[in-house]
C-alpha cells in the first residue's frame, strides 16, 4: 500500500520536538503524544499487507 493513505499518514504524524504528535497538533489543534492512533493504524496497516505480500495468501 504504498502511497495510500497509510503513507500519507505515516509522513505526516511524526515525532515533534516536544515529543508531541506534530500532525495532530497541525491538522485538529490537538496534542497527542506519539505515536498517535493514527500512526498506530497505519504502521500497523502496512505491516498485514506486508506480511500478506510475504506469504502469498498461504495460511
Known sequence: ???GPEQMILVVHVRGLDGMCAGCRAW???LSPY???QVEWATSR???????RFL???R
Not at 502496512?46 to 500478506?52: G, L
Open 35 to 37: 505515536p498517535c492512533w
Open 1 to 3: 500500500m504504498i502511497g
Open 46 to 52: 502496512q505491516a498485514h499487507a506486508s506480511v500478506a
Open 28 to 30: 485538529w489543534s490537538r
Open 56 to 58: 502469498g495468501g498461504v
